[in-house]
């Protein structure tokens, strides 16, 4: 490999969503930007598989069961991870980690170029001040470096960009964004949400499911058109993803040089100028051992992931761990509670159906411990949900000529469920180290996760069944039944905090821009930086930190500051 | 190698916007032929008298009436192949042991296997556990899983999916609220 080859002006590690927007910005603004993505390249024309129908598939999209236990044992208890898209989720042999006896952790990933950006739910929520004054008003966890104010126009930016239809509601705990119009709500939908106004008025809230999927046709990717399985890809690009919407941009610049199948072993520390002197690769086919160096890095390959890399690269300057001089590096994992709620049916309304296949639901704004106290937990939690007519599907009794009549031409009642989505409290004990025995299929040292939910978020939880079957009650709703599917932290697929922000070195890794206290020219911009959880999906959060944080980033170089 | 390996990602990528001025068909057929499977399967590895009873209770299920039944859209081939590639063993066991327990009592009602009942004998006996789940081993267990596979295997064939529900893989838009059955419904 030529020397020229080996480097750049920034290295950015992960192309999922953090990852694209860090290629995307640095780019723009003239960097020449590396990009090493551990999994392999994805070509939607040949990878991509919303439109094939059931029978073009081996087994009609029940899954190749004994290839999934065999090779998927964890990824395939996601509702994402199905015949269709089995291929866009690791390998649980290949990948390893590990967890205490009795205290099971879900890690379900995508490594691949686009990450998990291709199969997420695509759920858009912004924070407010309500949730980054949350640790400093309740003192769970370290104060956020920043503010709402410090974030909001990041938020604009990233919103403009990737496309979010949602309705405006004017609500302080979550604050409208750049919509594109709202998806509709269904029939039974707006009943409850007509329901739940006359009684809570502004205090709850159900609003359209807000998310990154496109209403209208922007910025050259065309409008949604309802296909409904998302999680298989989306050829018309209708959806946000890094792979066909900010790696494009980035490529377009001439200035990105995407690596796939570049698994990012060590950060080598030298501890002579205090940089990262370079980054150590391992190519996923050939095994070969390679180094790459630039002014900066960009840490964006998932939280768990990215707080791996920094453990696994100790050095007798940082013995517990890169910029881990707050032994803060793994710790604070969090992920939101969820699948606990209600589910009914909702009366009437049998002479009215639906057309097309609408990927994303209703929202609930959070209203616990938003203008009064709540007495049962601190923080909150938002739910989502969603109407519809059951088809085929439901089955039920009977056989015969009447029976397959009735599945043919009839759809079932008006049911509706709502869940609710919990924040989790940064808690120190929650964390990650590395295993000292297992490693993964590159020989890099494998995950031990030790993370449980506490009394709050099994309060949110009970709560959450409550609130959840009043509302349907409200709105005149049959046979309604409360839920707790009781899952394991990691499941809800937000895992996030093991490298956090904050004001002091002596308590976090990093600073209010994600720059590392102790290495300058380090961002981490994933997940990991989050100092508190929120109940709202992270994505955007994500995306809009990640921005600012490479603007200043630049400013920085541009300034001979790095 | 590593260069060439880049040129040729980054052709791929830049064909996305190729496609957005492709139909709507034009792209679905571009996924069907990217996603064409070989159609066929391994043998089930059941008996001649086993598939002949899962086959006869798959058409008492969704007998051809004016739209097609069962056997004519594939649905025994598609339970034996699952129960060949997909059930666990035990599931397997317990179907294959049901089948038993429904000839054992179809032999105490009438004289003979499932198979070899009247008509009227069959439906009575079907009447009798239709709705009630039952432990592996039990005719109540082999009906209901053969009712369920039968179910999703009709509806998910190719016939079915085209001309029966008339599925729309493209809708192309939503609509929230729509009276049933009308125009704007389309089908499906």
Same mark, same amino acid.
Request: proline content about 6%; some cysteine.
């Given at each position: ?193 007509? $329901?739940? #106004?006359?009684?809570? +008025?502004? &205090?709850?809230?159900? *609003?359209? %499911? ?131 709620? $209600?589910? #009914?049916?909702?009366? +009437?309304? &049998?002479?009215?159906? *639906?057309? %097309? ?206 | ?188």
């Amino acid at each position: 490999m030529k020397r020229d080859d080996r480097k750049y002006d920034a290295i950015v590690i992960g192309s999922g969503v953090t990852g694209g927007w860090a290629a995307k910005e640095l780019t723009e603004r003239g960097l020449r930007v590396l990009v090493l993505e551990a999994g392999r390249e994805i070509i939607p024309e040949r990878d991509y598989c919303e439109h094939v129908p059931p029978y073009d598939m081996p087994y009609r999209g029940k899954g190749d069961r004994r290839s999934l236990q065999r090779e998927q044992p964890i990824q395939s208890e996601c509702y994402a991870c199905d015949e269709y898209s089995a291929k866009f989720f690791v390998s649980d042999v290949d990948n390893p980690y590990t967890t205490p006896e009795g205290q099971p952790f879900k890690w379900i990933r995508g490594r691949q170029i686009g990450g998990r950006s291709i199969t997420w739910g695509k759920q858009v929520y912004r924070w407010s001040d309500l949730d980054f004054t949350a640790n400093a008003r309740d003192g769970h966890g370290v104060d956020w470096p920043i503010r709402y104010k410090d974030i909001a126009p990041w938020y604009d930016y990233v919103e403009r960009f990737v496309g979010i239809s949602g309705q405006a509601e004017g609500l302080a705990q979550l604050p409208d964004g750049q919509f594109l119009p709202p998806m509709q709500m269904n029939c039974a939908e707006t009943k409850v949400r007509n $329901a739940v #106004a006359a009684k809570w +008025g502004r &205090e709850r809230v159900l *609003t359209n %499911g807000r998310c990154a999927i496109l209403t209208e046709d922007h910025l050259g990717r065309q409008a949604c058109h309802y296909c409904g399985p998302c999680e298989r890809g989306c050829i018309t690009r209708s959806y946000f993803s890094s792979l066909t919407s900010t790696l494009p941009a980035a490529q377009a610049t001439g200035r990105l040089t995407l690596r796939p199948n570049s698994v990012v072993v060590r950060l080598e520390h030298d501890p002579i100028r205090n940089r990262i002197g370079s980054v150590r690769v391992i190519d996923a086919v050939t095994l070969e051992e390679m180094e790459f160096e630039a002014r900066i890095v960009f840490l964006c390959a998932s939280a768990l992931e990215s707080a791996r890399l920094l453990l696994n690269s100790r050095s007798d300057r940082f013995p517990t761990g890169l910029a881990n001089g707050s032994d803060q590096v793994g710790r604070n994992l969090m992920d939101h509670p969820y699948g606990a709620g $209600a589910s #009914a049916t909702i009366p +009437g309304m &049998e002479d009215h159906t *639906t057309f %097309g296949n609408r990927p994303n639901g209703i929202y609930v704004a959070r209203f616990r411990n938003v203008n009064s106290k709540f007495p049962e937990f601190v923080r909150g939690y938002g739910f989502q949900g969603g109407a519809w007519r059951s088809g085929w599907d439901r089955g039920g009794t009977g056989f015969g000529a009447e029976y397959k009549k009735s599945l043919i031409e009839q759809e079932g009642p008006w049911q509706m469920w709502l869940g609710g989505w919990g924040e989790c409290l940064p808690n120190p004990g929650n964390r990650v180290t590395l295993d000292p025995e297992v490693k993964d299929k590159w020989g890099v040292p494998a995950l031990r996760i030790s993370c449980s939910f506490g009394p709050n978020e099994r309060a949110i939880l009970a709560d959450a069944q409550v609130t959840a079957a009043e509302m349907l009650d409200a709105a005149g709703a049959k046979d309604i039944h409360t839920f707790d599917s009781h899952y394991a932290p990691g499941f809800c697929i937000h895992e996030m905090g093991t490298a956090r922000m904050g004001k002091d070195p002596r308590t976090s890794v990093l600073n209010s821009w994600n720059q590392a206290h102790q290495v300058g020219n380090l961002f981490l911009t994933d997940g990991a930086c989050m100092a508190s959880s929120g109940n709202q999906n992270p994505s955007i959060t994500y995306m809009a930190l990640t921005a600012r944080a490479a603007a200043h980033a630049v400013d920085l170089m541009n300034r001979h500051e790095l | 190698m590593q260069r060439r390996d880049l040129l040729r990602l980054l052709g791929a990528v830049a064909v996305a916007p190729a496609l957005a001025g492709l139909t709507p068909e034009q792209l679905l057929a571009l996924g069907r032929a990217t996603h064409a499977r070989a159609g066929g399967r391994g043998r089930s590895g059941l008996s001649p008298v086993t598939e002949e009873t899962i086959a006869l209770l798959a058409e008492l299920i969704l007998p051809a009436t004016d739209t097609p039944g069962a056997a004519a859209v594939g649905v025994p081939g598609f339970i034996y192949q699952m129960m060949a590639e997909w059930q666990t063993d035990a599931e397997r066991q317990g179907l294959l042991d049901g089948l038993d327990d429904l000839d054992r009592r179809s032999r105490i009602a009438g004289g003979a296997p499932f198979t070899g009942l009247t008509a009227e004998g069959q439906a009575s006996l079907l009447l009798a556990i239709d709705g009630t789940k039952g432990p592996a081993g039990t005719a109540e267990y082999a009906w209901s899983t053969i009712k369920e596979l039968a179910v999703y295997g009709y509806f998910t064939s190719e016939p079915v999916q085209k001309e029966v529900l008339r599925v729309q893989i493209i809708p192309g838009r939503f609509d929230g609220c729509i009276p049933v059955h009308s125009d704007a419904q389309g089908a499906g």
